[in-house]
């Protein structure tokens, strides 16, 4: 049966393939985001859109639509400039984050399905990384993505919320934002279509684990439909658990764009961690979740997409 779902940041890349999706099994679909990054034309026409901030004033949406569930993807995304604002950061990301569960609370919300990170664990040097670690985030946006996990935790002993984290990986797909610092692939992509040559730092061997945005959408929905009342602690790595280098995915983007563009060569950039890795068989095991794209699938896929975009016309 249809739902009443709400989705934060459906504007932007994960959040409106998320709705998109939802759109399309059926449910009755809202969308806040304040197109700070997002993009209206993004946001399928068949949902409701309110164009508001997180950190003030979602009563609004949550009032007029009155969602059972509610996906929160809106989020300040950018590690660097989470370091040089971490009250910008933890304004939107915190106090955004408890904004919003302060509403859910007063309107009923029954569940709420939080995009975590991988970046709450900060650089441990233990891999793959499994949610029984403990996190030691070093950057202030993992330090804010992870202490929502609590805030989530403490709504759920305090009025019972049903809840989940889902800490992805690195994520790529149609609609990545390629202006900002992620994104190796949206980022390689919109360069070598402008005709400049990426560069790749630290000698292209780093690896990280990539995930495409339509298993990302896929493991959001199981947790929707998965029963987590109750659950001791509903924090999921959503992730493939393979590593792939910078240098493959360079190699990929440029086949996917017929280019034969050499990639610059940048020195080690401070703060890269060498590897990140995420084992997700928590998520699966409950769910029955699996990531069925491959980076030799998703890149073709991703870079048809940014294609289509610089085509003139
Ligand atoms: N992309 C990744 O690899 C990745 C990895 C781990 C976690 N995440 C998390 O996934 C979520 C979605 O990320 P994304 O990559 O789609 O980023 P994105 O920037 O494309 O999407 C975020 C959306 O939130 C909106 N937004 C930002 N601040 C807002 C505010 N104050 N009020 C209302 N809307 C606001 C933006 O306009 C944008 O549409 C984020 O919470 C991010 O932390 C992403």
């Known amino acids: 049966m249809g739902r009443r779902v709400l989705v934060t940041g459906g504007a932007g890349f994960i ?4 709705a998109d999706t939802l759109v399309r099994d059926g449910h009755e679909v809202a969308v806040v985001d304040n197109l700070s990054s997002g993009k209206r034309e993004q946001v399928p026409p068949e949902a409701r859109f309110f164009e508001l901030d997180i950190t003030a004033g979602v009563d609004a949406a949550l009032e007029a639509f009155r969602p059972d569930a509610v996906f929160h993807e809106a989020a300040q995304i950018s590690v660097s400039a989470s370091m040089k604002q971490p009250e910008f950061d933890a304004r939107v990301n915190v106090l955004g984050s408890i904004h919003l569960l302060e509403t859910c609370r007063r309107s009923g919300v029954k569940k709420l399905i939080y995009a975590s990170s991988a970046a709450a664990y900060g650089p441990l ?3 793959p990384l499994r949610e029984a670690m403990r996190p030691m985030p070093l950057s202030c946006y993992g330090i804010s993505k992870y202490a929502v996990e609590h805030y989530l935790r403490a709504a759920s002993s305090q009025w019972g919320l049903e809840w989940a984290a889902l800490r992805y990986s690195n994520v790529y797909g149609p609609r990545q934002d390629p202006h900002g610092e992620a994104g190796v692939v949206a980022i390689f992509s919109q360069q070598i279509l402008e005709g400049k040559a990426p560069t790749i730092f630290g000698g292209g061997e780093l690896t990280r684990d ?7 959408v896929s493991a959001n929905l199981a947790a929707l439909e998965t029963d987590l009342r109750g659950h001791p602690d509903p924090v999921f790595n959503v992730s493939t658990g393979v590593p792939t280098t910078t240098n493959r995915i360079f190699e990929l983007v440029r086949k996917g ?7 610059v060569r940048g020195p080690d950039r401070p703060g890269d961690v060498r590897h990140s890795l995420l084992d997700s068989a928590k998520f699966r095991a409950l769910t029955g979740w699996s990531p069925r794209t491959s980076v030799e699938d998703g890149l073709p896929r991703t870079t ?3 294609a289509e975009r610089a085509r003139p016309r």
């Open 125 to 127: 040097e233990t891999l």
């Open 257 to 263: 764009l017929r280019s034969t563009v050499e990639a």
């Open 210 to 216: 990539y995930i495409f945005v339509a298993d990302v």
């Open 15 to 18: 959040g409106s393939h998320i």
């Open 304 to 306: 048809d997409f940014f």
